[in-house]
């Protein structure tokens, strides 16, 4: 099989696969250029309440496709920004289930999602010191903004590779499952996550990414939409809340 994202919907959530095991699903410029498209569609689609990033097999991604590199770094490194941005600019909750090397590029995507779920065993490594890349300055701020400055240099001028118990630690993911256990809790967790009061996730999402311009906005939707209405009432009723607000689109 050509490597190439591949992807499906299932009970509101979207899981989009990396795969490209002949190397260890490196990212090929193919591969980053249809990430923007992808999530595109995605967004727009109304059954898409929640995202999956995840790799085929036992690897999460191994980074670029080195081979990519030989032609125009700064071209291949720009690809792969443009795709952290879509992911990163997702209206809805994403999360990265991360197993075996999430290297390189792989991190970058990894970092980019709202959540990080990884199975023991994990690898986590940004490697452009081993390349002579100079990281991208969004990519490193977001890094940064994750795990703070004193790891982001260690893991930036190092290359090193950090095991998921240490990444735990410094914020780098959010859950380390047994081996064998990833699948399910992320099918556990985004079922709750696609229960949720989708105005909630994306309101929350814009403050959380620095957004200061849109509590008007956010108000308003909030006066507008009744789910806190339906919220109060299903609580005190013991019943499950149907809230109606929902991710515009541009249709």
Request: glycine share 10%.
């Amino acid at each position: 099989m050509e490597p190439q994202l591949e992807h499906r919907v299932t009970d509101s959530v979207a899981t989009v696969v990396i795969h490209h095991l002949e190397k260890r699903n490196a990212m090929t410029a193919a591969m980053w250029r249809s990430v923007p498209t992808l999530l595109e569609e995605l967004a727009e689609d109304p059954a898409v309440r929640a995202l999956v990033l995840t790799g085929e097999g036992r690897t999460f991604c191994a980074g670029a496709d080195i081979s990519t590199l030989r032609g125009s770094p700064e071209e291949a490194q720009g690809l792969a920004v443009r795709a952290e941005e879509a992911l990163a600019a997702f209206p809805k909750p994403t999360l990265a289930a991360i197993r075996g090397h999430c290297v390189g590029g792989g991190a970058q995507l990894a970092a980019a999602c709202d959540l990080r779920f990884a199975e023991e065993g994990a690898l986590f490594g940004v490697t452009p010191a081993k390349l002579g890349i100079v990281y991208p300055a969004s990519s490193t701020r977001r890094l940064v903004s994750l795990v703070g400055p004193a790891t982001a240099k260690y893991l930036l001028f190092s290359g090193e590779l950090i095991d998921a118990r240490r990444a735990l630690r410094t914020g780098l993911v959010d859950e380390v499952l047994p081996e064998g256990e990833l699948g399910k809790r992320v099918a556990e967790f985004t079922r709750v996550l696609v229960s949720r009061s989708q105005l909630t996730q994306a309101a929350a999402k814009e403050f959380a990414d620095g957004r200061t311009d849109r509590d008007a906005h956010w108000a308003g939707q909030a006066r507008a939409s009744g789910d806190t209405a339906e919220g109060v009432a299903a609580f005190l009723e013991r019943r499950q809340p149907r809230f109606g607000w929902s991710v515009p689109t541009s249709g």
